[in-house]
């Protein structure tokens, strides 16, 4: 049996816990083989990375993420840290031998992404990246529809993702709003998400003129504050240095031309999620309103029988059936990143380090997010090719440090 042993960076928030619990669920969904454990945790502090250790069921656990790193009982190296820190990290894994798993966005700008790519081309080691979203089964037949040319040639796309969680301008400040820790707001958080649908449907963007903001230019500083907690009282008032909002217009790389609209601040959209795909024969559209469910129109229907249909998650749809074995059951994010963690299980032990996305795809959507920042800056057309071309023949860091405008 092959067994795989990971240690998790960053286990004491949110989505540390959610990838240890399905990490732990591996084995329960998709079966014994390739086994994988979670080996040892690594935090800030010994205290939390204890604390969390003990919630996960870990025996080891370390306050010092470079012993987690050069550990001989792990093989793959989870990186769960707030983005500043993935690079570094990921570098010394990727040194020591280790494959590694990161959350996105890859890194604070795209000349870190592209040393990080090159670093595991190099060493030839497994990456994978979270952009969970496009593993959700319904994608697959999106991708399969727009594949074979059933909707014809591709002439036009729309992606939105507008949320309302930093909408109240009371709201604390956050980690997230400072651009030392994560180099961008809505755009490295949200717009990364829509870029990678994107590319997993169609493929990349050839050229962005894009507009980012910030809405509200400070908020309170509460010691201890977290995204859906305020531990006390507020003490000052801190400057946003991240972006709020953004909008893009697109060029894609096969022709197609297309928006992008991204929001934190959307007053009353909890989570607004959606794409439209049209094409010369036909279009797609989703929302995740209806997760599971794929509209479809086809311009080939008959006269009188034309319109959009549904298309539902089944167990014929390549994941879902790991699952529940009853169509349209309803999938949900936590399936979602169990799917993509068993994508990275089963890359490590077949050795493929071409598992979507890795490094160099996640590279790609970091040079995107480069432009649209430059872009903003510069008030033009930004060619996502200028990027990827500095990050090879410079050595000054691009993009991100002019995203708050």
């Known amino acids: 049996m092959t067994r795989i042993r990971v240690g998790l960076v960053g286990a004491s928030g949110w989505m540390g816990r959610t990838h240890a619990l399905l990490l732990a669920a591996q084995h329960v969904v998709f079966g014994p083989e390739p086994s994988v454990s979670l080996e040892m945790v690594a935090d800030a502090t010994p205290e939390l990375a204890a604390d969390a250790a003990r919630a996960c069921g870990v025996a080891r656990s370390t306050g010092d993420w470079r012993e987690l790193v050069a550990s001989p009982d792990v093989d793959v190296v989870d990186v769960v840290t707030p983005n500043h820190l993935h690079h570094t990290i990921a570098l010394a894994a990727i040194a020591a031998g ?138 000052a008032l801190r400057k946003v240095e991240t972006d709020d909002e953004v909008l893009v217009l697109l060029k894609l790389a096969g022709g197609a031309t ?26 797609l559209a989703w929302s995740i309103d209806r997760l599971n469910t794929l509209e479809f129109y086809s311009a080939a229907d008959r006269p009188g029988r034309q319109g959009f249909r549904r298309i539902e998650a089944a167990p014929e749809h390549a994941g879902y059936g790991a699952f529940y074995p009853v169509a349209n059951i309803g999938m949900g994010y936590n399936d979602q990143k169990m799917i993509e963690i068993r994508t990275l299980i089963e890359a490590v032990a077949a050795g493929r380090t071409d598992a979507w996305p890795n490094f160099a795809d996640a590279h790609r959507i970091q040079c995107t997010l480069d432009a649209i920042a430059a872009s903003s800056l510069e008030r033009r057309w930004v060619r996502v090719s200028e990027i990827a071309e500095r990050c090879e023949t410079t050595s000054s860091p691009v993009g991100t440090e002019g995203s708050a405008s």
């Open 98 to 235: 280790k494959h590694v798993y990161c959350e996105k966005p890859l890194a604070m700008n795209s000349r870190q992404s592209f040393a990080m790519a090159q670093a595991a081309g190099r060493r030839g080691v497994v990456t994978l990246v979270g952009y969970n979203y496009p593993v959700n089964p319904i994608h697959r037949v999106a991708r399969e529809i727009i594949a074979a040319g059933d909707i014809g040639e591709v002439v036009n796309v729309r992606f939105s993702k507008n949320v309302d969680y930093m909408s109240d301008p009371q709201a604390p400040f956050v980690w997230r709003h400072d651009r030392s820790i994560a180099g961008s707001g809505t755009l490295g958080d949200t717009v990364s998400h829509l870029l990678s649908m994107l590319q997993y449907l169609i493929g990349d963007v050839a050229e962005v003129m894009g507009h980012v903001r910030i809405v509200h230019g400070e908020r309170p500083l509460v010691p201890g504050a977290a995204i859906g907690r305020q531990a006390g009282p507020a003490t």
């Open 258 to 283: 297309g928006t992008m609209d991204a929001s934190r601040v959307a007053t009353g959209r909890r989570m607004e999620f959606a794409y439209v795909v049209t094409g010369t024969r036909g279009s």
